[in-house]
C-alpha cells in the first residue's frame, strides 16, 4: 500500500491562477517532507522542503505542514505554463529513506 | 542540468539479458540511492550506499538485482535476467546526508525497455 497518498492525481489551472496540491503520509514515523517537480522526461529536482509546523513560502511557491495530520500541500500562485509538470511529494524520517507518492500531473493552460 | 550523471540515457534488453546501469554521484556526496520509477509514477526504493557500504536494501534486490559503489569508480547497477515487470526509468540520486534530511539530487535516468 502506498504509504504517501497525493491529491489530485491531475490538475489543470489557468495561467495565472492558483495551483494547489495534497500531501498526506500514512506513515506516522516520518519528520521530514519533500516536494520536487519533473518535468516530462527530465529528473526529478527538489522544489521545497518543510520540517516543522507551519508554512514556508519561496517566491510563487508556498508550503504548509500539519505534523499531526502528517499533511503538506504545496500552493503555486500565479501559475505559468512552465510549472506544468508532475509534482512528486516525499516523506522520511533519520532513519530512512524518502519514500514517494506517485505525484500530481499538473498542467497550466495559457 | 543534473550533477549526476547516469548512463546509458536508454537501455532495450530481451527477456532474461542482463541489463547494467552505472551513476557517478554529484562530487562531494557520500550517500547514493537507486529508485525504479514505473510507468504509473510510482517509486520503489531499491538499495542506498554511503562510499562503497550498503546502507539499506530491498528484498527484490537480493534477488536477482546487484549494486555497487566501488571506490574511484562508477556506482551501477545491474539486472542479471531481465523481466517485463522491470520495465522503467531507473534513477540514481546522491545526497551529502544518509539521513532523511538530505535532499536528493537525482541524475536524469536510464530507461530501461524489456521486450
Known amino acids: 500500500q502506498q504509504k504517501v497518498q497525493q491529491s489530485p492525481e491531475s490538475l489543470i489551472v489557468p495561467e495565472g491562477g492558483m495551483a494547489s496540491l495534497n500531501c498526506t503520509s500514512s506513515?506516522?514515523?516520518?519528520?521530514y517532507f519533500w516536494w520536487y517537480r519533473q518535468h516530462s522526461g527530465k529528473s526529478p529536482k527538489m522544489l521545497m522542503s518543510i520540517f516543522s509546523n507551519g508554512e514556508k513560502e519561496e517566491g510563487r511557491f508556498t508550503v504548509h505542514l500539519n505534523k499531526a495530520s502528517l499533511h503538506t500541500s504545496l500552493h503555486i500562485r500565479d501559475s505559468q505554463p512552465s510549472d506544468s509538470a508532475l509534482y512528486l511529494c516525499?516523506?522520511?524520517?533519520?532513519?530512512?529513506?524518502?519514500?514517494f507518492g506517485t505525484g500530481t500531473k499538473l498542467q497550466v493552460v495559457p | 542540468n543534473s550533477k549526476v550523471i547516469q548512463t546509458p540515457r536508454y537501455l532495450v534488453k530481451g527477456q532474461g539479458q542482463k541489463a547494467k546501469m552505472r551513476c557517478i554521484p554529484e562530487k562531494g556526496h557520500p550517500v547514493v540511492f537507486w529508485y525504479q520509477q514505473n510507468k504509473n509514477n510510482e517509486f520503489k526504493f531499491l538499495i542506498n550506499?554511503?562510499?562503497?557500504?550498503?546502507?539499506?536494501q530491498i528484498d527484490m534486490t537480493e534477488k536477482r538485482f546487484s549494486a555497487e559503489c566501488p571506490s574511484n569508480s562508477p556506482c551501477s547497477l545491474e539486472i542479471q535476467s531481465s523481466e517485463a515487470g522491470d520495465s522503467a526509468l531507473y534513477l540514481c540520486?546522491?545526497?551529502?546526508?544518509?539521513?532523511?534530511?538530505?535532499?536528493?539530487?537525482f541524475g536524469e535516468g536510464s530507461k530501461l525497455t524489456v521486450l
Open positions: 506513515d506516522r514515523n516520518v519528520d
Open positions: 550506499f554511503q562510499n562503497q557500504e550498503v546502507l539499506q
Open positions: 540520486a546522491s545526497s551529502l546526508s544518509r539521513e532523511g534530511t538530505g535532499q536528493l539530487y
Open positions: 516525499a516523506a522520511s524520517n533519520s532513519g530512512t529513506y524518502q519514500r
